[in-house]
Structures are given as C-alpha cells and as structure tokens.
C-alpha cells in the first residue's frame, strides 16, 4: 500500500522451458501508486491499472507482442487517470 510505488511491465520467456530470459517491456512506468483489489470498495485513484495484459507470439520468428493497460498517459479535467491500453512489440 505504498503510494509511491513504480510499476513496470516485465515479460519472462523461455524457448525450451528449462531457462527463461526475463525483459522489461514497458519504456516508462505504466502506474505509480498503490493497487487496491477490493472492487468497489477501492479509493478513487486506486484501481486504475486493472488487469488485462495479453501477450502473443509471432509464430514466424518467435517474438512477443504484449498488451497492457498505462495509466500514466492522459488525466481526465479532475486529474483523474484515464486507463490507456499500450501495444508493445519486442524487438
């Protein structure tokens, strides 16, 4: 319940199942602040990050695309964050 804490996307991935490499996969912070999981129960502000991150794999040359939700991009005219969602294709 920190209010201060980072997130970042990371992606950990494995081509033989014994060894994973792990990246980071977001350039910025995607959410600053704490990550309530109580519903409607949550403080306004707190549950914006949600949860939909969808990863995908190019079956031509193995590479991942990742979906993730950025809170971080746009302010409503309150300040309060708009849930953007963000492709990432690795490289």
Aim: glycine letters at 8%; hydrophobic letters at 30%; one cysteine or more.
């Amino acid at each position: 319940d920190d209010p201060s804490a980072v997130w970042n996307v990371y992606l950990a991935q494995t081509n033989d199942g014994q060894t994973f490499t792990q990246s980071r996969v977001s350039n910025s912070a995607n959410h600053v602040g704490v990550v309530c999981t109580f519903g409607t129960g949550c403080q306004s502000g707190t549950r914006n990050l949600l949860d939909l991150f969808q990863v995908s794999i190019d079956p031509q040359n193995g590479k991942a695309a990742v979906v993730y939700t950025d809170d971080t991009i746009t302010t409503d005219s309150s300040g309060n964050p708009l849930p953007q969602m963000v492709l990432a294709q690795q490289q």
